[in-house]
């Protein structure tokens, strides 16, 4: 097996795109991950001028990164700290890390450019942004909130919880993050509450929206109106819960009131 198949057998073998090119600027060889990467056959790239893979945009510019790389050659990233990207066959661009090296001496230094398409991890650091981004905004959002909300996993835990949540109920933040939701319900709503969960986890629901008591730290029954909604799962993250309670015992209380009235004035006038 001659030297040249050794070196294309190394070459193909690499994860990485492998583009060399002379100091005009010539593609003098590629890898099968180019090919897969940008669309092109190697014919299509090789002897073509490098620029054909840099997006038309950038191009201007390219042949001076070129000279000013073959004035220092030295392996190191391509435009660290910038958003490099690539150009398809088909026109469409695409993020990539590029690492430049060289390789010989003199008039015959050629450079070699590792190439990475980084998509996948754009997208994944791009995500993670978006979710950190988004948590802020919940955070902000649940700390001016006037209602209690909390934010639970599926089985109830509490992930995140409001300062007017703890007002309402008593407990601090420590004791909610502790605890499951169920465990501030009343025992005498424990069994229907048990069983709207259940419907609402298994789907035949799509939000709870209803009224149940709740027990303080005092030990006092507190009134609440209660709606809870499904947070959509993101790139690997749980489902979660978000859960809205509203103190409504004074309304509650007035609205007892007003039928003990109503059933009791007609037995009182049946009397006299």
């Avoid at 070129?66 to 990233?77: I, L, T, V």
């Avoid at 209660?226 to 749980?238: C, H, N, T, Y």
Wanted: with cysteine; glycine share 10%.
């Amino acid at each position: 097996m001659s030297k040249k198949l050794d070196f294309e057998g190394l070459l193909d073998a690499a994860p990485d795109a492998m583009v060399g090119v002379d100091q005009g600027g010539v593609i003098l060889f590629v890898n099968r991950q180019t090919l897969l990467f940008f669309g092109y056959d190697r014919d299509d790239l090789v002897g073509r001028p490098i620029e054909t893979l840099v997006p038309e945009s950038f191009r201007n510019v390219h042949p001076g990164h070129r000279a000013g790389y073959f004035a220092d050659s030295k392996a190191r990233p391509m435009g660290a700290g910038l958003q490099v990207t690539g150009r398809r066959q088909d026109g469409t661009e695409f993020p990539v890390d590029v690492i430049l090296s060289h390789f010989g001496a003199g008039d015959d230094v050629l450079v070699i450019a590792a190439v990475r398409d980084v998509t996948e991890q754009r997208h994944a650091a791009e995500t993670a942004r978006s979710l950190v981004a988004a948590e802020d905004l919940v955070r902000t959002v649940m700390g001016s909130a006037s209602i209690g909300i909390a934010v639970a996993d599926l089985d109830g835990k509490v992930q995140v919880v409001n300062r007017s949540l703890c007002t309402l109920l008593g407990y601090d933040e420590a004791w909610f993050l502790a605890h499951r939701l169920r465990d501030l319900v009343h025992p005498d709503d424990a069994e229907e509450g048990l069983r709207v969960d259940a419907r609402f986890l298994a789907g035949s629901i799509g939000m709870i929206a209803g009224q149940l008591r709740l027990v303080r730290a005092d030990g006092a029954t507190v009134w609440v109106r209660r709606v809870v909604v499904r947070i959509p799962s993101g790139d690997g993250q749980p489902e979660l819960l978000m859960v809205q309670v509203e103190n409504i015992t004074a309304e509650h209380d007035a609205q007892e009131a007003l039928t003990y009235q109503a059933f009791h004035d007609p037995l009182t006038a049946l009397r006299t």
